[in-house]
Nanobody
Framework: VQLQASGGGLVQAGGSLRLSCVAS????????MAWYRQAPGKQREWVAA???????IYGDAVKGRFTISRDTAKNTLYLQMSALKPEDTATYYC????????????WGKGTLVTVSS
């Protein structure tokens, strides 16, 4: 599975941004997709996840502001981010968990989101 994230950029606090992640390769084997982020000097943090056929789940820091969704026809995962805060500044990474007997995590290159105050 290959993942390509895009949509990052510079936005003012309170603004919105939508990230996209296009999956290719063995997309049929994907069980779950998620977004993570990593701010400078900090550990990677889980943001939101979407299990096949399941309900989206969110980290406390973004709950109520971010929405994760997936368009299976386009093999694309989205993260709609609203009411952005400077603390949301980070590189955002797309993740896919795939496989049946053996589960493997795949990562895309990150896309940088910078929120100015």
């Amino acid at each position: 599975v290959q993942l390509q994230a895009s949509g990052g950029g510079l936005v003012q606090a309170g603004g919105s941004l939508r990230l996209s992640c296009v999956a290719s390769g063995s997309v049929f084997s994907i069980n779950k997709m998620a977004w993570y982020r990593q701010a400078p000097g900090k550990q990677r943090e889980w943001v939101a996840a979407l299990v096949n056929g399941g309900t989206p789940i969110y980290g406390d820091a973004v709950k109520g502001r971010f929405t994760i969704s997936r368009d299976t026809a386009k093999n694309t995962l989205y993260l709609q981010m609203s009411a952005l805060k400077p603390e949301d500044t980070a590189t955002y990474y797309c993740n896919a968990n795939a496989g049946s007997r053996t589960r493997v995590d795949y990562w895309g290159k990150g896309t940088l989101v910078t929120v100015s105050s």
